[in-house]
């Protein structure tokens, strides 16, 4: 956030000040959780209606379970207290 802040509004600031002003305006530094693309009815029917073109030879699965999950998205975010943090 600190990036974000010099590039848009040429101000250096430092991370605990951005903690700080958060935390005073009841924000709370949370961690984040992945809300699953599956659970949506409309893109599990268009995956299955786009995959239903091929056929199991063309198919090949890769398993990611063993791969760094910090890449992609961040563990924590901020958020007004009482809410839950969703990338």
Known sequence: MAVYLFDEF???VT???ISRALASASWSKKVSRRVAKERNMDLRDFYLH???AFRSYH????????CDS???FRR??????GNSVSP
């Open 10 to 12: 040429d101000v250096e």
């Open 15 to 17: 991370v605990p000040c």
């Open 76 to 81: 924590t975010g901020w958020s007004p207290c």
């Open 59 to 66: 198919l090949v699965y890769v398993d990611e379970s063993g």
């Open 50 to 52: 786009r995959l239903s």
């Open 70 to 72: 910090r890449i992609g």
